[in-house]
Nanobody, 114 residues
Framework: QVQLVESGGGLVQPGGSLRLSCAAS????????MAWYRQAPGKQRELVAR???????QYADSVKGRFTISRDHAKNTVYLQMNSLKPEDTAVYYC????????WGQGTQVTVSS
């Protein structure tokens, strides 16, 4: 069974950094595009970043230049390095395939505030 477990969120000041992790069991990174999504309260879930099987990445305009998606095949883990965080980055962050064909995990809360 596929399971997605996000971690690494927390409270950080504007301009700070966080590194999110997604432990993805039962998913082949060679076959599947992996992605990070986020959902702010009262907002629609949005695609933040993705990394395809060959390693090609793509980012939402709102995070381009600040966020970096990566993966560790040996650990079956996807990462999201978030730098220069802004209050508008506050959301629950989820990982999944693209398209999101797997059950959603619990996500990890990221709060950017002074």
């Amino acid at each position: 069974q596929v399971q997605l477990v996000e971690s690494g969120g927390g409270l950080v000041q504007p301009g700070g950094s966080l590194r999110l992790s997604c432990a993805a069991s039962g998913i082949s990174f060679r076959i599947n595009t992996m992605a990070w999504y986020r959902q702010a309260p009262g907002k629609q879930r949005e695609l933040v970043a993705r990394i395809a099987g060959l390693g090609v990445t793509q980012y939402a305009d709102s995070v381009k230049g600040r966020f970096t998606i990566s993966r560790d095949h040996a650990k079956n883990t996807v990462y999201l390095q978030m730098n220069s965080l802004k209050p508008e980055d506050t959301a629950v962050y989820y990982c999944n395939t693209l398209p999101p064909n797997q059950p959603w995990g619990q996500g990890t809360q990221v709060t950017v505030s002074s």
